[in-house]
């Protein structure tokens, strides 16, 4: 139920954080320059209260109203201090070379006169007292002449400079970043025509040399004798071959292990080199043995060397379930049509529709097509037990493929002809199914994974 109250998200954009920072960093700078100025409003006062050379002085501008007594009425609200303006003044030397010698003499425009410390109001102004012995007259000061910039409020304003340039570069890698992102996109979008069409072109090349390569297959099939039961030696499962011209790549299963020349690269996987580059594997040149005639090797795909990889579809004993991107799928399943029709023509093939709605996938005209399948018992051995007879090699009897999920119907009918106890049959289907044994997912870039042998393969076109 709804309170009316949605759910925070739990990464906020990118774009509110960067403002936010932005705007702290802008209060920052605000503070600093405030502190800046106060600190230099308390330089000022400290200055001039402890008299860092500094006097009040009056300048008169017009001697016939400008007396001591006015200045003193007017500074220090006394006129009965103009005593003490005199002699303050008396005997010092004005720009003009005159002098004040006494309190009843006219004033010269222009003589500055020096101050009590308390004077106040308009008239009054700062300078500084040159201390010559000689009384010459202090020169006056504007008071930025008087003032100073204490190392505080300089540390203050070159922070300030320092964080508003941070907050620019902030700024302008958000936009930096956005606009490199908004290129990124527009080049993927104008490459990606022409990345797909030179991805299936390639992926067509493959297809075309899997139809032209005949000795991959024949050294895959030799390479299995080598896995044969004989003599008092068990069969060791091959569940995938890697063939190229330096040598061949098994997988096996974890417990079995093999002798030299055979050199385990992991777990699963043993390598033997050959002879000479393009050599065919043991057993190729006489009769196969109960492994090779009972496989049916096929070419998932190629690596990211080029190499082809084999699957043994004898192994698959059930249903193969290929989903991802459904275009990619269909391809995956026709290569593994095409490849049973090379290497065991003429094998029975029924095609079941799916859900979807989906074209039905091609039947290449080496394989047998029926429209309808016997549901008939398979020759399963049955003294090792259900278990061990799902787990066990069936070899190809017929192929059952579906381009998209089963129905209710259809899948009854594939558990039928593929499912344990059912007809034997081996099922291939592009999409999901419930209990597939095999599952593949692949993607629009053309490749497959295959995760129970951890490879990633190039499906041909």
Same mark, same amino acid.
């Given at each position: 139920m709804n309170n009316g109250f949605s759910a925070m998200p739990l990464h906020r954009p990118t774009t509110w954080t960067a403002r936010r920072t932005a705007r702290t960093v802008l209060r920052a700078v605000v503070v600093l320059l405030c502190v800046f100025w106060a600190a230099l409003g308390v330089n000022a006062s400290a200055s001039a209260a402890?008299?860092?050379?500094?006097?009040?002085?009056?300048?008169?501008?017009?001697?016939?109203?400008?007396?001591?007594?006015?200045?003193?009425?007017?500074?220090?609200?006394?006129?009965?201090?103009? $005593?003490?303006?005199? &002699? @303050?003044? !008396?005997?010092?030397?004005?720009?003009? =070379?005159? /002098?004040?010698?006494?309190?009843?003499?006219?004033?010269h425009p222009g003589w500055i006169l020096r101050l009590p410390p308390d004077a106040s $109001?308009?008239?009054? &102004? @700062?300078? !500084?007292?040159?201390?010559?012995?000689? =009384?010459? /007259?202090?020169?006056?000061?504007?008071?930025?002449?008087?003032?100073?910039?204490?190392?505080?409020?300089?540390?203050?304003?070159? $922070?300030?400079?320092?964080?508003?340039?941070?907050?620019?570069?902030?700024?302008?890698?958000?936009r930096t970043r956005r606009a490199f992102a908004a290129v990124s996109r527009l080049i993927r979008t104008l490459s990606d025509p022409g990345r797909r069409r030179r991805g299936i072109e390639a992926r067509r090349s493959l297809s075309k040399r899997f139809a032209a390569d005949a000795d991959s297959v024949r050294r895959a099939y030799g390479t299995l004798d080598e896995f044969s039961a004989a003599d008092r030696r068990r069969e060791k499962p091959v569940h995938a071959l890697r063939v190229d011209d330096a040598g061949v790549t098994v997988w096996l299963s974890p417990?079995?292990?093999?002798?030299?020349?055979?050199?385990s690269l992991d777990t699963?996987?043993?390598?033997?080199?050959?002879?000479?580059?393009?050599?065919a594997g043991p057993g190729t040149g006489g009769a196969a043995g109960n492994s090779a005639a009972e496989a049916c090797l096929v070419r998932a795909g190629a690596d990211a060397d080029g190499q082809p990889v084999f699957v043994d579809l004898s192994r698959l004993d059930g249903v193969l379930s290929v989903t991802g991107d459904h275009t990619v799928a269909r391809e995956a399943v026709q290569n593994l049509l095409a490849e049973v029709e090379r290497?065991?023509?003429?094998?029975?093939?029924?095609?079941?529709?799916?859900?979807?709605?989906?074209?039905?996938?091609?039947?290449?005209?080496?394989?047998?097509?029926?429209?309808?399948?016997?549901?008939?018992?398979?020759?399963?051995?049955?003294?090792?037990?259900?278990?061990?007879?799902?787990?066990?090699?069936?070899p190809v009897k017929g192929l059952v493929v579906m381009a998209g999920t089963p129905t209710e119907r259809e899948a009854a009918e594939l558990a039928a002809l593929c499912g344990p106890g059912g007809a034997g049959w081996t099922g291939l289907v592009c999409g999901e199914v419930d209990g597939a044994h095999w599952r593949w997912y692949?993607?629009?870039?053309?490749?497959?994974?295959?995760?129970?042998?951890?490879?990633?393969?190039?499906?041909?076109?």
């Open positions: 402890d008299g860092d050379g500094l006097v009040k002085v009056f300048v008169v501008n017009d001697p016939g109203t400008d007396t001591l007594q006015s200045i003193a009425a007017a500074t220090l609200s006394d006129p009965g201090r103009a $005593g003490e303006i005199f &002699q @303050l003044n !008396r005997g010092r030397a004005q720009r003009d =070379g005159g /002098a004040l010698n006494d309190p009843s003499e006219q004033l $109001g308009p008239g009054v &102004q @700062l300078a !500084r007292d040159s201390g010559n012995e000689n =009384g010459s /007259a202090a020169r006056a000061t504007t008071w930025t002449d008087a003032l100073t910039i204490p190392l505080p409020a300089a540390v203050a304003v070159l $922070g300030a400079l320092v964080l508003a340039l941070v907050t620019a570069g902030i700024m302008a890698r958000q417990s079995d292990a093999m002798d030299a020349p055979w050199t699963t996987r043993w390598r033997r080199q050959t002879g000479r580059a393009g050599a290497s065991r023509p003429y094998t029975p093939v029924t095609v079941l529709r799916g859900t979807d709605g989906a074209p039905p996938l091609t039947v290449p005209p080496g394989l047998q097509q029926v429209v309808r399948v016997e549901e008939t018992a398979p020759a399963v051995e049955h003294r090792y037990g259900t278990v061990r007879g799902a787990a066990s090699r069936r692949t993607d629009a870039q053309g490749e497959v994974d295959i995760p129970v042998l951890g490879v990633k393969l190039t499906v041909p076109a």
